[in-house]
């Protein structure tokens, strides 16, 4: 069992930066990959970032690609989003997944966290 609570999300103006905390609990965490999806109003769950569970892999959508960077650290049982030159159409809720595999469709992960908003202005 894994429990995820999402933190680090607020409203930030165009080209600005967040970083999204992902904390897990259980000392599984770190045999599982971790993935992060965001739902914006009116929109479907989409697949934002994934790395493996060593962290020796990582996965990226096109739409984030260049700009966010995924990272773990299994010590502390906590994944990262690094989000930088952020734009509007990222504003959504950001949730943070563990998956047995890495994993592009949301239906593969197994526990997810409650979410965190992220919203940014032009």
């Known amino acids: 069992q894994v429990q995820l609570v999402e933190s680090g999300g607020g409203s930030v103006q165009a080209g600005g930066s967040l970083r999204l905390s992902c904390a897990a609990s259980g000392r599984t965490f770190r045999r599982y990959a971790m993935g992060w999806f965001r739902q914006a109003p009116g929109k479907e769950r989409e697949f934002v970032a994934a790395i493996s569970w060593s962290g020796g892999s990582t996965y990226y959508a096109d739409s984030v690609k260049g700009r966010f960077t995924i990272s773990r650290d299994n010590a502390k049982n906590t994944g990262y989003l690094q989000m930088n030159s952020l734009k509007p159409e990222d504003t959504a809720v950001y949730y943070c997944?563990?998956?047995?595999?890495?994993?592009?469709?949301?239906?593969?992960?197994?526990?997810w966290g409650q979410g965190t908003q992220v919203t940014v202005s032009s």
């Open positions: 997944a563990a998956a047995p595999v890495s994993a592009y469709d949301s239906p593969s992960y197994d526990y």
